[in-house]
C-alpha cells in the first residue's frame, strides 16, 4: 500500500506544469481520498498541485489567494518508500517555479532516516522549495541530513528572490535581445533528439533499466510494462520531463547562448549593441530545414519574425520573452559553456513490454530512426544453474535457459535488423550485483552466433566487453553513468539528431503538448502552424519528421489515418493494450464493475476466447474515445480485420483480432482433413518475423467473407489456434500452420482450384512483404503429391520454362529428388506465375460491361500526369480493358496527343477517372482535361496510389492544397480509392471502379 501512495505522490509533485488549485479530501491514508486523488490527476489533467487536509480547507483558500502554495502530507503513513519516491519526484520537479512561495508538510509520516536524506538529496536538485516540515517523524537521528536540507532551503529562498528581479534590469538587456533576435529570426537549430527503444525478454530488466537512466529509484517487483510506456527525457541531465513539457524554450535559451558566445566570440563588441534587426545580419547564415530533413519541397526559408505579417503570430510576445526567458547570470554561462557539448541530446524513450502478445506491434513502433537497448539477464548467459542456491524457488523457476535467452537475443537482433536495419544497438547486461564474471558472459555471447546477426550495427563500449553491465538495485541516481554517456554519443553520430529543426516547428510541438489533447486533426495543425507562418507543406515535412523521432504518431496510408494525429503516444500505446492483452494484464477486466454492468462481459469473454470483439466492446474499451480512428489504425496495421462470420453472442460489427491470435493455446482439429497438394512459405534464409502468420489468417478470414467467393453457398467460418488456420475459399478448404520459418499451406484433397488458392495467399503475403516486411527474404517451396520432396517454385518453374520435365531437383535441405513433372498438378490451372501478380489465360475475370451510348466512344477516360502516374495508368487500362471497359489513354492514342483531341475524348467518355499521383495538379494537359470534364459533367471518379514507400505517392493534404480553384473541393467531396494491386485484392479493386464508373450491366 505505501507504494502506491508513492505512486499518487509521484504524480502529484512530478507535474511539471503546474497551476494553483485546490484539491480537499482527507488524509492519504484513507480510501476514499486515494481515490479521488488518483482521479484528480488521472482524469481531469488539469495541475492540481495542491492539497489539504479537509480541516484546512479555509486556510488553503486564504493561501491561495496569496498565491502560496502548500502541500500538506502530514500524518499519512508515508513511511520510507513513500519520501523516497517524493524526493525523487522533488528532484525533477521544474514546474513549481511557476508558483510564488511553496511550503510542503511532512509531519508525522515515519520517514526516518532514509527518508530525511532522500529529501535532503532532493533538495540538492531542486531550487523551488523554500519550507519544508519534518516535524514529529519517527527515528530520525541524520543530523547532517537535516542541516543540509536547511542550508538548500535558504538558499532557494534567496534565489527566489533574486529570480523576482529578473527581466527588469539594465543586465539582462544582451541576453533577452539574443533571446529576441532568435526568435525573431525564426531560424533552423539542431533538434539533438533521438528516440531510445529498449527491447527485451519479458522481466529481463528493461524498465529497471530506464529507471536507472533517468536517476529514479530501484524498483524491487516485478510490475511487467503493458505494450510500452514512452518517457521523454531532458537533453543536460536525462531527468525525464512531463508529457506535456516541449522544448521550444529550452532550445531558443540554447541558441541564444550560442547567439551570444559567436558575438563575444567575433569579437566586436558593437554588434552586442547593434539594433535587434541587425542582429542576425552578424552572424553566418544557418541552412534551411525542411528539404534537409525529408524530402519534402519546402519554400526555402520559413520567414518567422517575432511581429511579422499581421496574419502572422509571433511565436512569443515580448512579456513572454521577458517571462519565460530571464534567467540568472549563472545559468546564461553555464548555457554558454555546453555549447560546444557533444553529447546535447534529449530522449523520447520506449520501454516495450517483453510479453510475446506484444510482439504483433513491432512493425508500427520499432522505426529506425532509433537506437536499440537489447537488454538481458546475466544470470540467465552465464547458465541459471549457478544461482540455484542463492534464489527463491520462484524467481529461479522464472529464469529462462541459457539457450532460450541465446535465442531471445537472436530474435530481437533479427527484428531490429528487420524493422531498422541501420539503427544502432547496444547490449545491456542486468544484475550485474549477481553476476561477478563479466568476461564469462561476454565469452557466452562472443561464442554465440547471434552477435552475428546485428550485421555490424553493434555499438561496443570502451573495454573488453561487447556490453554494458549495470546493476539496477544500486541508489546511486548515477548508477548509469557510463550507459548514459555511451547513448549520447551514440545518438549525437545519428545524422537526423544533428539535422536543424526550425523554431516554429518546436513551438507547434510545445503548443500541441500544452493542449493536452491526446491527438488532433490535420486541419487544426495545419491552422496552428499557419498562424505562425508555416505553409501546408512544411506541415507535412514537420509531421513526417516527428514520427520518424516518435514524437506523434501519423500514419499516411488513408485519408482517415492522415488527418489524424496522435500527439500523446503515450495514449495510443494505451489504447492498443487494452486489446492486445496478455493473461495477465488482461485479467483485470473480468473484476471489472462498469464492464459487468454495461453487459459486454460476454462480449469481453469471446474476445479472450475466440480472438473476436465485437465494435461495442472496443467502443467500451476505448472509452468511446477515437473509435473509428483506433479501428482503422488496428486494420491498416494488420492487427484486426473485419469478421463477417456468425457467431451466437455476435453483434452485427465484428473484428478478428489476429494480434492476438497467439495468446491461443488451442489446437484445431484437423483429424478430418485430407491434405492435397501442399507448399510451404520459407523464411529460414533469415527469419520468420512474429505476426506474419497471424496477419495471413487475417487476412485469409476477411477473404474469404465477400461475397465474389463465398458464391452462393453458406460460408465456413475459419477454425483458428495460435498455429494453425482451417480456413475456406468458397468451396475450397485449406489448412494453414506454423512452424519454426516456415509456413505451411495443406490443400484439402478435394479442393478444385488448388493454386489458385496459393497463389492468393502467396499474395496476400507480398502484400505483408511490401507494407510492412520489407526486405524480407523468402522462398516458396512445391511438395511433390508423389515423393512429397519439398523443391523451390523458381527451380521448378525454370526446369519447365526449358521444357526439362523430366530433370530431376534436390529437394531443400534434402538429398532426395523429385523430377520436374511431379509437379504439374500445380501448374494445370493456367493462372500465371504463383508468385506474381500476373494473370493466366484461365483467370476468371468479373463483371458484363455495358454497351456505350451513341454520344461514347469510351466507358473511361483516364486523366494521369505521365511522369509519377504513366505505368499505373497503364496498368489500370490494360486491366479495364481485359474486363471490357473502353478506356481513352492517351498513350494508345499516339496520334491524337493535341490537346483538342484529348478534350474530345474527356467529352465522348461515359466517366472521367483522375488518377492521383505525386504532382499531377502541376499538368497542364490533366487541368485542362477535369475542367473540361466538370463543364461536360460527367461523373467524376478519383483513384489514388496509397502506397507511402512510392515515388509517385503523395500525401492527401498535398493534393488538397495543390487541388486547382476550379475545383477547390473536389478531394473534400469525392471519396478517392485507393488503387490496389496484389493479386488477391485486385478483383474487388475493379469491381469497385468499375461499378463507381457506373459501366455494369
Ligand atoms: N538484482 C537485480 N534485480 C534486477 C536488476 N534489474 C532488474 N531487476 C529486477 O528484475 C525484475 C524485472 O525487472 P523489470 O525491469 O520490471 O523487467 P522488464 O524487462 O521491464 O519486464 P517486462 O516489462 O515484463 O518486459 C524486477 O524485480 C527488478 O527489480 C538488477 O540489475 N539486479
Ligand atoms: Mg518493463
Known amino acids: 500500500m505505501v507504494l502506491y501512495y508513492s505512486w499518487v505522490l509521484r504524480a502529484a509533485v512530478t507535474d511539471q506544469a503546474p497551476r494553483p488549485g485546490l484539491f480537499a479530501g482527507g488524509s492519504l491514508?484513507?480510501?476514499g481520498s486515494e481515490e479521488s486523488l488518483s482521479r484528480a490527476f488521472a482524469d481531469s489533467r488539469t495541475r492540481l498541485m495542491t492539497w489539504?487536509?479537509?480541516?484546512?480547507?479555509?486556510?488553503?483558500?486564504?493561501?491561495?489567494?496569496?498565491?502560496?502554495?502548500?502541500?500538506?502530507?502530514?500524518?499519512?503513513?508515508?513511511?520510507?518508500?513513500g519520501s523516497r519516491a517524493l524526493g525523487e519526484a522533488l528532484a525533477q520537479n521544474t514546474g513549481l517555479c511557476a508558483l510564488e512561495y511553496v511550503f510542503m508538510c511532512l509531519a508525522y509520516n515515519k520517514i526516518g532516516d532514509t527518508g530525511a536524506k532522500a529529501m535532503a538529496d532532493a533538495l540538492a536538485c531542486n531550487s523551488i522549495l523554500q519550507k519544508l516540515s519534518l516535524a514529529s517523524n519517527f527515528r530520525m537521528t541524520l543530523l547532517d541530513a537535516v542541516d543540509k536540507i536547511k542550508f538548500l532551503l535558504g538558499k532557494n529562498k534567496a534565489r527566489a528572490g533574486r529570480l523576482q528581479h529578473y527581466g527588469s534590469t539594465e543586465d539582462d538587456a544582451p541576453w533577452l535581445d539574443a533571446v529576441h533576435a532568435?526568435?525573431?529570426?525564426?531560424?533552423?537549430?539542431?533538434?539533438?533528439?533521438?528516440?531510445?527503444?529498449?527491447?527485451?525478454?519479458?522481466?529481463?530488466?528493461?524498465?529497471?533499466?530506464?529507471?536507472?537512466?533517468?536517476?529514479?529509484?530501484?524498483?524491487?517487483?516485478?510490475?511487467?510494462?503493458?505494450?510500452?510506456?514512452?518517457?521523454?527525457?531532458?537533453?543536460?541531465?536525462?531527468?525525464?520531463?512531463a508529457s506535456d513539457q516541449g522544448e521550444f524554450t529550452a532550445q531558443v535559451r540554447f541558441a541564444a547562448a550560442r547567439r551570444l558566445r559567436e558575438l563575444a566570440d567575433m569579437s566586436d563588441a558593437q554588434q552586442l549593441d547593434a539594433p535587434l534587426q541587425d542582429v542576425p545580419s552578424a552572424l553566418p547564415p544557418l541552412p534551411s530545414s525542411s528539404q534537409e530533413l525529408s524530402g519534402v519541397a519546402s519554400d526555402p526559408k520559413p520567414a518567422l519574425h517575432l511581429e511579422a505579417s499581421p496574419r502572422q503570430k509571433a511565436l512569443l510576445s515580448s512579456e513572454e520573452v521577458v517571462r519565460k526567458f530571464s534567467i540568472t547570470e549563472d545559468e546564461q554561462l553555464l548555457l554558454q559553456s555546453s555549447i560546444s557539448s557533444e553529447t546535447r541530446v534529449s530522449f523520447t524513450i520506449w520501454d516495450y513490454g517483453g510479453q510475446e502478445v506484444f510482439y504483433a506491434l513491432h512493425h508500427i513502433f520499432l522505426t529506425d530512426k532509433g537506437l536499440y537497448l537489447v537488454v538481458f539477464d546475466m544470470r540467465e548467459i552465464v547458465g541459471k544453474e549457478i544461482f540455484k542456491d542463492s534464489l527463491s524457488e520462484e524467481a529461479y523457476g522464472k529464469l529462462a535457459t541459457q539457450e532460450e535467452a541465446l535465442k531471445s537475443l537472436r530474435f530481437w537482433f533479427d527484428s531490429i535488423r528487420m524493422h531498422a536495419p541501420d539503427a544502432p544497438v547496444l547490449l545491456v547486461g542486468t544484475h550485474k550485483d549477481q553476476v561477478h564474471d563479466l568476461r564469462q558472459v561476454n565469452q557466452k555471447l562472443l561464442e554465440a552466433s547471434c552477435l552475428k546477426r546485428t550485421r555490424g550495427t553493434l555499438i561496443r563500449p570502451e573495454g573488453d566487453l561487447i556490453f554494458v553491465p549495470v546493476d539496477n538495485t544500486d541508489t546511486d541516481p548515477n548508477r548509469?553513468?557510463?550507459?548514459?554517456?555511451?547513448?549520447?554519443?551514440?545518438?549525437?553520430?545519428?545524422?537526423?539528431?544533428?539535422?536543424?529543426?526550425?523554431?516554429a516547428w518546436l513551438k507547434v510541438h510545445e503548443d500541441l503538448l500544452n493542449s493536452h489533447a491526446p491527438y488532433m486533426s490535420l486541419e487544426d495543425i495545419v491552422d496552428l502552424a499557419a498562424a505562425y507562418g508555416l505553409p501546408r507543406r512544411d506541415v507535412d515535412a514537420m509531421l513526417f519528421f516527428f514520427h520518424g523521432l516518435g514524437v506523434v504518431v501519423h500514419l499516411r496510408g488513408s485519408q482517415t489515418l492522415e488527418r489524424f494525429i496522435v500527439i500523446d503516444p503515450q495514449w495510443l500505446v494505451d489504447k492498443l493494450a487494452r486489446v492486445i492483452a496478455d493473461d495477465l494484464h488482461a485479467h483485470k477486466f473480468f473484476y471489472d464493475a462498469d464492464l459487468k454492468a454495461s453487459g459486454l462481459m460476454p462480449d469481453f469473454e469471446r474476445l479472450r476466447d475466440h480472438c473476436i470483439a465485437s465494435r461495442r466492446l472496443l467502443a467500451w474499451l476505448w472509452g468511446n474515445e477515437a473509435v473509428d480512428f483506433l479501428l482503422e489504425f488496428m486494420d491498416a496495421n494488420m492487427l484486426l480485420c473485419p469478421w463477417h462470420f456468425a457467431h451466437e453472442a455476435g453483434s452485427n460489427e465484428d473484428f478478428l483480432v489476429s494480434g492476438l491470435l497467439s495468446t491461443f493455446s488451442r489446437e484445431v482439429d484437423t483429424e478430418d482433413f485430407e491434405p492435397g497438394l501442399s507448399c510451404e512459405l520459407d523464411f529460414s534464409e533469415f527469419f520468420l518475423p512474429r505476426g506474419v502468420f497471424h496477419r495471413l489468417v487475417a487476412q485469409c478470414a476477411e477473404y474469404a467473407a465477400r461475397p465474389s467467393v463465398i458464391g452462393d453457398d453458406e460460408p465456413m467460418a475459419p477454425l483458428l489456434g495460435s498455429e494453425q488456420a482451417m480456413m475456406s475459399f468458397g468451396i475450397n478448404n485449406f489448412l494453414l500452420s506454423v512452424k519454426e520459418n516456415v509456413v505451411r499451406v495443406s490443400l484439402a484433397r478435394e479442393a478444385e482450384r488448388p493454386a489458385m488458392v496459393?497463389?492468393?495467399?502467396?499474395?496476400?503475403?507480398?502484400?505483408?512483404?511490401?507494407?510492412?516486411?520489407?526486405?524480407?527474404?523468402?522462398?516458396?517451396?512445391?511438395?511433390?503429391?508423389?515423393?512429397?520432396?519439398?523443391?523451390?517454385?523458381?527451380?521448378?518453374?525454370?526446369?519447365?520454362?526449358?521444357?526439362?520435365?523430366?530433370?530431376?531437383?534436390?529437394?531443400?535441405?534434402?538429398?532426395?529428388?523429385?523430377?520436374?513433372?511431379?509437379?504439374?498438378?500445380?501448374?494445370?490451372?493456367?493462372?500465371?506465375?504463383?508468385?506474381?501478380?500476373?494473370?493466366?489465360?484461365?483467370?476468371?475475370?468479373?463483371?458484363?460491361?455495358?454497351?456505350?451510348?451513341?454520344?461514347?466512344?469510351?466507358?473511361?477516360?483516364?486523366?494521369?500526369?505521365?511522369?509519377?502516374?504513366?505505368?499505373?495508368?497503364?496498368?489500370?487500362?490494360?486491366?479495364?480493358?481485359?474486363?471490357?471497359?473502353?478506356?481513352?489513354?492517351?498513350q494508345s492514342h499516339k496520334d491524337k496527343l493535341n490537346q483538342e483531341a484529348m478534350l474530345d475524348g474527356v467529352r465522348r467518355t461515359r466517366t472521367y477517372v483522375l488518377v492521383l499521383t505525386e504532382g499531377i495538379f502541376k499538368s497542364k494537359a490533366v487541368k485542362a482535361e477535369l475542367r473540361c470534364a466538370l463543364e461536360a459533367k460527367k461523373p467524376i471518379v478519383l483513384v489514388h496510389e496509397p502506397d507511402t514507400h512510392r515515388l509517385s505517392y503523395t500525401s492527401f493534404s498535398e493534393y488538397i492544397t495543390s487541388t486547382p480553384d476550379f475545383c477547390k473541393d473536389l478531394l473534400i467531396e469525392e471519396e478517392s480509392l485507393p488503387v490496389r494491386r496484389k493479386w488477391y485484392e485486385e478483383d474487388s479493386f475493379f469491381r469497385e471502379l468499375i461499378r463507381r464508373c457506373a459501366t455494369t450491366v
Open 758 to 890: 496459393i497463389k492468393l495467399l502467396v499474395s496476400m503475403f507480398r502484400e505483408q512483404e511490401e507494407t510492412v516486411f520489407r526486405g524480407l527474404p523468402w522462398d516458396l517451396l512445391l511438395e511433390s503429391p508423389t515423393s512429397h520432396v519439398l523443391v523451390s517454385y523458381t527451380k521448378i518453374t525454370k526446369a519447365r520454362s526449358e521444357g526439362k520435365f523430366r530433370a530431376r531437383l534436390r529437394g531443400r535441405n534434402s538429398k532426395r529428388v523429385a523430377t520436374v513433372s511431379e509437379f504439374e498438378p500445380f501448374f494445370v490451372e493456367q493462372i500465371g506465375a504463383l508468385d506474381t501478380d500476373e494473370d493466366g489465360p484461365a483467370v476468371p475475370r468479373a463483371k458484363a460491361v455495358s454497351s456505350l451510348g451513341p454520344d461514347e466512344d469510351t466507358h473511361v477516360f483516364l486523366s494521369h500526369v505521365q511522369s509519377t502516374g504513366g505505368d499505373l495508368a497503364e496498368t489500370l487500362r490494360l486491366k479495364l480493358e481485359n474486363r471490357g471497359v473502353k478506356v481513352w489513354f492517351d
Open 480 to 503: 548509469a553513468a557510463s550507459l548514459r554517456t555511451l547513448i549520447a554519443a551514440t545518438a549525437m553520430a545519428q545524422s537526423y539528431v544533428r539535422k536543424r529543426v526550425p523554431l
Open 29 to 31: 491514508g484513507q480510501r
Open 182 to 241: 532568435v526568435i525573431s529570426h525564426g531560424d533552423a537549430h539542431p533538434w539533438g533528439r533521438a528516440k531510445l527503444m529498449i527491447v527485451g525478454r519479458g522481466a529481463a530488466g528493461k524498465t529497471s533499466t530506464v529507471r536507472s537512466l533517468l536517476g529514479q529509484s530501484p524498483i524491487h517487483e516485478h510490475r511487467s510494462t503493458e505494450v510500452a510506456d514512452v518517457h521523454r527525457t531532458r537533453a543536460h541531465d536525462w531527468r525525464e520531463v
Open 52 to 81: 489539504v487536509k479537509a480541516d484546512d480547507v479555509a486556510s488553503a483558500v486564504e493561501d491561495m489567494a496569496k498565491g502560496e502554495t502548500k502541500i500538506s502530507l502530514s500524518r499519512n503513513n508515508i513511511h520510507v518508500e
